[in-house]
């Protein structure tokens, strides 16, 4: 068996120490990267305070302007708001109403009475004076007042007025002789549309 001496010279660890110019380089480039790092972290922190600063100068104009906003805003009163409402509801339904009635184009006689005015003129009567006359929903019905000489001249005048194009669809009211002047020559007559056929 065979023996071997590990605590030879040449089996030993060695144990050199560092050198005092490894030492001082170490040291040197250790204070050097902190020094880099140091300045950097100033360089930093100075540029986040310039932020910061410009920033609170923002939020400052920002609050500012809030405040004077908010002392501008009106008051809020309730009563006053929901009597808006209500106006302006009704505004937008009367609005709607004359859209529906536009797109219906039902605006009645959209023509004039030109037509029924002459109708009248043409149909004339010497035993007939005609005192007022009404032309009602676009001309569909027709109320009259005069005086006249014979009673029978009435429906004879309605008949004729029949017969001209503009009075063709139009309704008359409902006849009335006074014959408490035939003593004097002039009755009085009415035709007048009854109460239950206002629509």
Not at 162 to 187: C, H, L, W, Y
């Amino acid at each position: 068996m065979q023996t071997v001496n590990l605590y030879l010279p040449e089996f030993r660890p060695k144990n050199e120490p560092l050198l005092s110019g490894q030492i001082a380089l170490v040291t040197l480039l250790t204070i050097v990267l902190f020094t880099l790092i140091s300045v950097w972290g100033a360089y930093k922190n100075s540029d986040y305070k310039a932020q910061l600063a410009l920033q609170s100068a923002e939020l400052s104009t920002i609050n500012s302007n809030l405040g004077v906003l908010r002392a501008s805003l009106p008051k809020h009163d309730t009563a006053s708001l929901e009597r808006e409402n209500i106006r302006l509801t009704k505004d937008i339904e009367h609005r709607r109403g004359l859209q529906r009635l536009l797109a219906t184009q039902n605006l009645g006689n959209a023509g004039g009475f030109s037509a029924q005015l002459e109708g009248l003129a043409r149909q004339k009567l010497d035993t007939l004076a005609l005192q007022s006359f009404s032309l009602l929903h676009g001309g569909r019905y027709l109320e009259m007042s005069g005086s006249l000489t014979q009673a029978d001249q009435l429906p004879r005048y309605l008949q004729s007025l029949r017969t001209e194009p503009a009075f063709t669809k139009s309704r008359f009211g409902v006849m009335n002789i006074d014959e408490e002047g035939a003593k004097r020559g002039q009755m009085k007559f009415e035709l007048k549309r009854p109460v239950r056929d206002e629509s």
